[in-house]
T-cell receptor
């Protein structure tokens, strides 16, 4: 079945550590890719997105993600995390099939220890 | 302020009862969506609507129904046929043809008594 996989369910890091969250998808063809973040007690919000062009995209708060088409991956990275990055992170894929549907991964909870 | 309003924040359902979750947006978005969030399963699409008076089933539509009589409103009914309704329900909207960015409401936690 087509899916979006986030293999890390819970990641715990100390402040200033580097972060990489994995996201793999199994849809063929052209896709649009997203990372959403949900801070404690807040709405889901868009962190960054990839539609085309440069496969390295930069988002808010120092986050970036790299689209590697051959690996069907869209990993999220940040060189140095802060305590305020503690949140749940969701990868999402929109296969370009005509319907504007987003398929979400299971989410990765990030805990940053001060 | 522009945004998406979901109500109620918490809802309890008795066995065999239908309940309706409200979702209203004032963003003038054409498309609206309902997602269900379960622990360990992420977000799954229940129903979506690209335009008024039209809606489509998502991945887990069984036991749910929706209507889209107005652009601003996309209520979700959890029927008695949904045997495992306890979950966190998120409504979202977007403008198709734009940057496809989803705007989410604050969610409704539904629990079974």
């Amino acid at each position: 079945a087509q899916s979006v996989s986030q293999h890390n369910h819970h990641v715990i890091l100390s402040e200033a550590a580097s972060l990489e969250l994995g996201c793999n998808y199994s849809y063929g063809g052209t896709v649009n890719l997203f990372w959403y973040v949900q801070y404690p007690g807040q709405h889901l919000q868009l962190l960054l997105k990839y539609f085309s062009g440069d496969p390295l995209v930069k988002g808010i708060k120092g986050f970036e993600a790299e689209f590697i088409k051959s690996k069907f991956s869209f990993n999220l990275r940040k060189p140095s995390v802060q305590w305020s990055d503690t949140a749940e992170y969701f990868c999402a894929v929109n296969p370009q099939t005509g319907a504007n549907n987003l398929f979400f991964g299971t989410g990765t909870r990030l805990t940053v220890i001060p | 302020d522009g945004g998406i309003t979901q109500s109620p924040k918490y809802l309890f359902r008795k066995e065999g009862q239908n309940v309706t979750l409200s979702c209203e947006q004032n963003l003038n978005h054409d498309a609206m969506y309902w997602y269900r969030q379960d622990p360990g399963q992420g977000l799954r699409l229940i129903y979506y609507s690209q335009i008024v008076n039209d809606f489509q089933k998502g991945d887990i539509a069984e036991g749910y129904s929706v209507s889209r009589e107005k652009k601003e409103s996309f209520p979700l009914t959890v029927t008695s046929a949904q045997k495992n309704p306890t979950a966190f329900y998120l409504c979202a909207s977007s403008m198709p043809g734009g940057d496809e960015k989803l705007f989410f409401g604050s969610g409704t936690q539904l629990s079974v008594l």
